[in-house]
């Protein structure tokens, strides 16, 4: 069993920055590939990036690629989301996902978090 608690999420100005965290519980998370989800108002959800458990694979959507890193912290039972060049479209709910599949299959996901909202001003 794994439990997932988003935080960092809040108002920012386009072009500005936000880090995401998400803290996990379970001694099995570094098993866990991980990934962030989002689902803006009146959207459905979107794969945003993923990392597998050893941290030596990452993953991006196009719209995110070259703005947004995803990291993780096997130690700490941490998995992060650095988003820099924040648009107004990126404006959503962001959740964390954990997986022994893969990390970029929305239904493929065995526990979520509860997401943290974006929203970015234009």
């Known amino acids: 069993q794994v439990q997932l608690v988003e935080s960092g999420g809040g108002l920012v100005q386009a072009g500005g920055s936000l880090r995401l965290s998400c803290a996990a519980s379970g001694r099995t998370f570094s098993r866990y590939g991980m990934g962030w989800f989002r689902q803006a108002p009146g959207k459905e959800r979107e794969f945003v990036a993923g990392?597998?458990?050893?941290?030596?694979?990452?993953y991006y959507a196009d719209s995110v690629k070259g703005r947004f890193t995803i990291s993780r912290d096997n130690a700490k039972n941490m998995v992060y989301l650095q988003m820099n060049s924040l648009k107004p479209e990126d404006t959503a709910v962001y959740y964390c996902a954990a997986t022994l599949g893969s990390v970029t299959r929305e239904m493929g996901m065995d526990y979520w978090g509860k997401g943290t909202l974006v929203t970015v001003s234009s």
């Open positions: 990392i597998s458990w050893s941290g030596s694979s990452t």
